[in-house]
T-cell receptor, first 112, second 115 residues
């Protein structure tokens, strides 16, 4: 049973470009969470999705950030017009039941 | 609102010595508690969790934690550490509300095991 998969593992973008981060949950998991980890800090919740629905996006910046979890395919975290402050590690987690989340290896975004 | 405080940002320890990583939380409602470990440039791996029941929880790699409701603590312990335990450890609390959990993490404790 494969774990949570994220790609790319490393992503470099120039200021103003778009970043697309993908997350494939564990098989059978319908709950997906995105977290951001800034350097030397803990993880901060961004958004929680179920298939085709955003349930809680209280941790998402109001502008430039969006997330989706379509019926088919991975969950996508999209950052438009990236700025240097977006440089961070972005982690996806999935769960089968609402209690325990399993994390992917993360995508490390560097904005030049 | 829930919050998590990890009291030590760094803990140096010699190999085979015992270690305790401290975690305190604040919450006005019942919560679930977790410890995750992060090795350099990797994702988070679940060490152990407290959902209900026995307050002493055993996890992987010889770690255990004790839930203390009166002190709102969930300290992580290991009786004898190895070099391979060197990593960042995160305590997290979740509030089960609306049918899902949102994890709130502490800032992390960097465990450095020296030979």
């Amino acid at each position: 049973n494969a774990g949570v998969m994220q790609n790319p593992r490393h992503l470099v973008r120039r200021r103003g470009q778009e970043a697309r981060l993908r997350c494939s949950p564990m098989k059978g998991h319908s709950h997906v969470y995105w977290y951001r980890q800034l350097p030397e800090e803990g993880l901060k919740f961004m958004v929680y999705l179920q298939k085709e629905n955003i349930i809680d996006e209280s941790g998402m910046p109001k502008e430039r950030f969006s997330a989706e979890f379509p019926k088919e395919g991975p969950s996508i975290l999209r950052i438009q017009q990236v700025v240097r402050g977006d440089s961070a590690a972005y982690f996806c987690a999935s769960s089968l039941l609402p209690d325990t989340q399993y994390f992917g290896p993360g995508t490390r975004l560097t904005v030049l | 609102a829930q919050s998590v405080t990890q009291l030590d940002s760094q803990v140096p320890v010699f190999e085979e010595a015992p270690v305790e990583l401290r975690c305190n939380y604040s919450s006005s409602v019942s919560v679930y508690l977790f410890w995750y470990v992060q090795y350099p440039n990797q994702g988070l791996q679940l060490l152990l969790k407290y959902l209900s029941g026995s307050t002493l929880v055993k996890g992987i790699n010889g770690f255990e934690a004790e839930f203390n409701k009166s002190q709102t603590s969930f300290h992580l312990r290991k009786p004898s550490v190895h070099i391979s335990d060197t990593a960042e450890y995160f305590c997290a609390v979740s509030l089960f509300s609306g049918g899902y959990n949102k994890l709130i993490f502490g800032a992390g404790t960097r465990l450095a095991v020296h030979p």
